[in-house]
């Protein structure tokens, strides 16, 4: 089993959409995580990081969740410009290697 | 402003040949890591460091060696080129132990 996993997707949204992402991760001593947007070929950009009380930024709101493992991104109000893929990445209990998963495409549509 | 570049950040070789893949960052950060991207696979980290001398193996770091002569630089040389190394390679670095890691603009490698 991978320590981080995405469902690859692609969703396909309408403009103005509420969409959102999960991400779980093996590792139950994972110490903190983070979401990354990447354009196509381009490299990845810390979107936002992922704490135990939640995190929200604009419309982008991220959750994380111990008991079950998994963390989520929630994006409100989708533009079109949000559309990427979106990484999630966990940093595991030794270190400060992070481990990613392979992505979730998001295209979003007028 | 503060920053990570890559150079080259195209690079065509021959299997065989040994390539080396600069990496500098203006933050004085003094971790800095190395992943490759492939299709299917994401991001795999192949060598990381947490500061000047310091050098550590990735998951996927076989082929792949690096050295840290001072903060600013971690340079990546492929010893002799494979076919299987043509990739995305991302440089990234990050501050404290806690936050997220930036990243470079990447060099793609294709190995002929």
């Known amino acids: 089993r991978k320590e981080v996993e995405q469902d690859p997707g692609p969703f396909n949204v309408p403009e103005g959409a509420t969409v959102a992402f999960n991400c779980t991760y093996s590792n139950s001593a994972s110490q903190s995580f983070f979401w990354y947007r990447q354009d196509c070929r381009k490299e990845p950009k810390l979107l936002m990081s992922?704490?135990?009380s939640g995190n929200e930024d604009g419309r982008f709101t991220a959750q994380l969740n111990r008991a079950s493992q998994y963390i989520s991104l929630l994006i409100r109000d989708s533009k079109l410009s949000d559309s990427a893929t979106y990484l999630c990445a966990g940093r595991m209990e030794y270190g400060n290697k992070l481990v990613f998963g392979a992505g979730t495409i998001l295209r979003v549509k007028s | 402003d503060a920053e990570i570049t890559q150079s080259p950040r195209h690079k065509i070789t021959e299997t065989g040949r040994q390539v080396t893949l600069a990496c500098h960052q203006t933050w004085n950060h003094n971790n800095m890591f190395w992943y490759r991207q492939d299709l299917g696979h994401g991001l795999r980290l192949i060598h990381y460091?947490?500061?000047?001398?310091?050098?550590n193996k990735g998951e996927v770091s076989d082929g792949y060696s690096v050295s840290r002569s001072n903060t600013e630089d971690l340079p990546l040389t492929l010893e002799s080129a494979a076919s299987s190394q043509t990739s995305v390679y991302f440089c990234a670095s990050s501050e404290s132990p806690a936050g997220g890691q930036f990243f470079g603009p990447g060099t793609r490698l294709t190995v002929l």
């Open positions: 992922v704490y135990s």
């Open positions: 460091s947490y500061g000047v001398h310091d050098t």
